[in-house]
């Protein structure tokens, strides 16, 4: 059950607090820094021990062996092929890794790095009884969970997108980008803190938004989703995720033969682009609905949201070759809609029509 199921207009589903009475209203205060969002979607993960950062810079696409304390970044674990198996936020404190994950990827992402732990100096825990996960801007999480942020290290990650890391890459143009107009941290609090932040927003001392809020400012800031945008067949390039969660020119490590050749040599097969959807009728289409091209099948939806400006929008991963320009139909339970699209990852994506970017700081960097 969520702890925030007492707060007035709740509505629940499987645990999560899905919105309270006014998904739209909500998503402008949590923008504003005037709400948070219970994440009971997520779940928490810790390593422990001298090797764990070696260790998970070995096993995954990130380079980690050497992160400062209190720098928030991602990692995405590849199988051989180098198809996205699963992904998480990093954050580490100095003694402890903390990983966020999709509550749905937990006991598999758990269950795979404890057989890769082999002789290493490493200790992985399920924190997700202890902890919780508190999202929205820095201003608002510190503002509700200033307990959780007064650890030494604040156990507060700080979404890296849309900035290009270190060793990253991007495939879509920096300006007009609108990843860069949303702000997005998120707090590690214990349950008890989780707890008395519900006490205060059923009391009205703070608000909280649901996760249909949150889900809308990623869909808008071409932020792909942990598990939405990724099926058997995802490559962080189709994603433009090489700008966050991984090294291009770190160690060997599981499916980097694909990153680097797919990056270097290939185009990504599939691509991500944002639709704008046809607004005139009261069903959205559903995730994994099939995008078309005229009478052709280009593609499949991933997310969808409602947002408070720009209205019905989506994310889809449709094929390379689609046509830029082509205006593009999704199916509904009331039949196919138009979905007009915007450019997100370009067709020739590779190395050779790609330059590096120079990173950008979010707006809560450029503040300190």
């Known amino acids: 059950m969520s702890l925030f199921s ?27 820094g005037r709400a948070v969002a219970p994440l009971e979607d997520r779940a928490v993960l810790t390593a422990t021990g001298e090797d764990r950062l070696s260790w998970l810079d070995s096993v995954t696409s990130q380079a980690l062996a050497h992160l400062p304390a209190g720098q928030s970044t991602e990692l995405l674990v590849l199988d051989p092929n180098g198809h996205i198996e699963h992904a998480a936020a990093v954050l580490d404190d100095g003694e402890t ?4 994950v999709d509550r749905a990827d937990a006991q598999s992402l758990l269950a ?11 200790e992985l825990v399920d924190a997700t009884e202890s902890h919780t996960v508190i999202g929205g801007t820095a201003e608002g999480v510190h503002a509700a969970t200033s307990p959780a942020v007064s650890h030494a290290v604040p156990l507060v990650w700080e979404d890296p997108w849309p900035s290009v890391s270190a060793g990253g890459w991007a495939y879509a143009a920096d ?18 803190e989780a707890t008395a932040l ?19 400012l990623r869909v808008a800031a071409w932020r792909p989703g942990w598990r939405t945008e990724v099926d058997e067949r995802a490559l962080p390039h189709e994603s433009d995720w090489l700008r966050t969660s991984v090294h291009l020119n770190k160690g060997c490590y599981r499916g980097q033969e694909t990153v680097a050749k797919v990056h270097n040599l290939g185009h990504p097969p599939r691509r991500l682009v944002a639709l704008q959807l046809d607004g005139s009728g009261d069903l959205l289409p559903l995730p994994g609905a099939e995008v078309r091209e005229g009478d052709r099948s280009v593609g499949v939806l991933t997310s969808v949201a409602r947002h408070h400006e720009e209205g019905p929008i989506a994310l889809a991963l449709v094929r390379r070759t689609t046509d830029i320009d082509a205006v593009l139909f999704v199916e509904t339970e009331n039949g196919s809609i138009t979905a007009a699209q915007e450019m997100i990852v370009p067709p020739d994506a590779g190395a050779t029509a790609s330059v590096p970017r120079i990173t950008r700081l979010s707006r809560r960097a450029r503040a300190t």
């Open 175 to 192: 300006e007009g980008h609108p990843g860069f107009d949303r702000e997005w941290v998120e707090a590690i609090v214990t349950r008890e």
């Open 6 to 32: 007492a707060v007035p207009g709740a509505v629940v589903e499987d645990g999560v607090l899905i919105h309270t009475g006014n998904p739209m209203a909500e998503q402008r205060a949590l923008q504003g």
């Open 198 to 216: 519900a006490a205060r927003a059923v009391a009205g001392e703070v608000t909280v938004a649901g996760t249909l809020a949150a889900d809308a």
């Open 112 to 122: 795979w790095l404890t057989r890769m732990r082999f002789r290493m100096r490493v």
């Open 97 to 100: 890794t903390w990983l966020i």
